[in-house]
T-cell receptor
Framework: GDSVTQMEGPVTLSEEAFLTINCTYT??????LFWYVQYPGEGLQLLLK?????DKGSNKGFEATYRKETTSFHLEKGSVQVSDSAVYFC????????????FGKGTRLHILP | GAVVSQHPSWVICKSGTSVKIECRSL??????MFWYRQFPKQSLMLMAT?????????EQGVEKDKFLINHASLTLSTLTVTSAHPEDSSFYIC??????????FGQGTRLTVV
């Protein structure tokens, strides 16, 4: 079945450092790919998405490119802030509105001032 | 933007009692909603897919008699944890898709069974 694998955390970085969180997927067909962020004690917020190969999703300085050839959707940010500390989930979903969203295990990010 | 509202945000109940969690789509109709469970510092585990007007589809290993799902209208799905026990304590999150590529999540319900 479909699955998402993302790098284990926690990841600890200093403020203004470059961030990469790796995500690879296995899926039949052409899924949409997502990054969600969860702040402590809260639900999930969509950070960015890409719906087809070579699409780049971006939001709040974060970017991820849908790479079909490597089945990857790595999250990057050029300069992280303390406020970026959260748990980040890579996810995929099929092409139908009724298709469920499958999540990776999440990567906890700590940014030190 | 589309909003999914979940209620209550937290609940404490005694062991053996039942708890109902509501999930509402506030400005769109959702024929399908999803219920997830999240253990501390872990990922979201899909429990079931809630289908309006029909039976829910449960993931393998999820007890359908334990976690009752009702999707009675296009804007409301409910999850009832029956005869709750301490091991049912968890963070429950619902989700609904607005389009095939866009999903919104409720705020989550933290259930503590004492």
């Amino acid at each position: 079945g479909d699955s998402v694998t993302q790098m284990e955390g926690p990841v600890t970085l200093s403020e203004e450092a470059f961030l990469t969180i790796n995500c690879t997927y296995t899926a039949t067909g052409y899924p949409s790919l997502f990054w969600y962020v969860q702040y402590p004690g809260e639900g999930l917020q969509l950070l960015l998405k890409a719906t087809k190969a070579d699409d780049k999703g971006s939001n709040k300085g974060f970017e991820a490119t849908y790479r079909k050839e490597t089945t990857s959707f790595h999250l990057e940010k050029g300069s992280v802030q303390v406020s970026d500390s959260a748990v980040y989930f890579c996810a995929l979903s099929g092409g139908s509105r009724d298709d469920k969203i499958i999540f990776g295990k999440g990567t906890r990010l700590h940014i030190l001032p | 933007g589309a909003v999914v509202s979940q209620h209550p945000s937290w609940v404490i109940c005694k062991s053996g009692t039942s708890v109902k969690i509501e999930c509402r789509s506030l400005d769109f109709q959702a024929t399908t909603m999803f219920w997830y469970r999240q253990f501390p510092k872990q990922s979201l585990m899909l429990m079931a897919t809630s289908n309006e007007g029909s039976k829910a589809t449960y993931e393998q290993g999820v007890e359908k008699d334990k976690f009752l799902i009702n999707h009675a209208s296009l804007t409301l799905s409910t999850l009832t944890v029956t005869s709750a026990h301490p091991e049912d304590s968890s963070f429950y999150i619902c989700s609904a898709k607005v389009t095939r590529t866009e999903a919104f999540f409720g705020q989550g319900t933290r259930l503590t069974v004492v």
